[in-house]
């Protein structure tokens, strides 16, 4: 009797759907971590942009007392712009002391810069602050 063996049949089937499903899975991490590396990088620039904003902000602050020395600037006439809109709001503190008979004054600015609201998706915050003596 001539028997000749059944060929294997099954386990190939069963090792190509297991290796397709841990593909798969692997596949959808790699395109979640993407999307997740691809908002990073655009937070970052809006950042990037509202630290400007507040910068730009900060120096018309300035230069509205290296004008005028006797007032106090509230906030720039006009909303700033750098491809998404963003709400500046400046913030003067004037101080004046006497040093030796002579009044010094002091200006502290704090400029921020504001785009979306708290905790939605792509809110971004950025202030900066600096101090000014009026020269006498």
């Known amino acids: 009797m001539n028997r000749t063996p059944r060929p294997a049949s099954g386990f190939a089937a069963i090792a190509a759907m297991f290796l397709l499903v841990v593909l798969a899975g ?11 590396q691809q908002l990073s990088a655009a937070q970052d620039v809006q950042g990037t942009r509202a630290y400007w904003a507040a910068r730009a902000g900060l120096e018309w602050a300035i230069a509205a007392v290296v004008a005028d020395p006797s007032t106090c600037p509230s906030s720039p006439p006009t909303a700033v712009d750098t491809g998404r809109s963003f709400t500046l709001a ?12 002579a009044t010094v004054r002091i200006y502290v600015f704090e ?8 905790g939605e ?6 202030s900066i602050s600096a101090s000014y003596e009026v020269p006498q």
């Open 111 to 118: 400029s921020i810069a504001r785009s979306g609201n708290a």
């Open 26 to 36: 692997l596949g959808a991490y790699m395109v979640g971590f993407s999307n997740t």
């Open 121 to 126: 998706l792509g809110f971004v915050e950025r």
């Open 90 to 101: 400046i913030v003067c503190t004037p101080y004046s002391y006497l040093e030796g008979g």
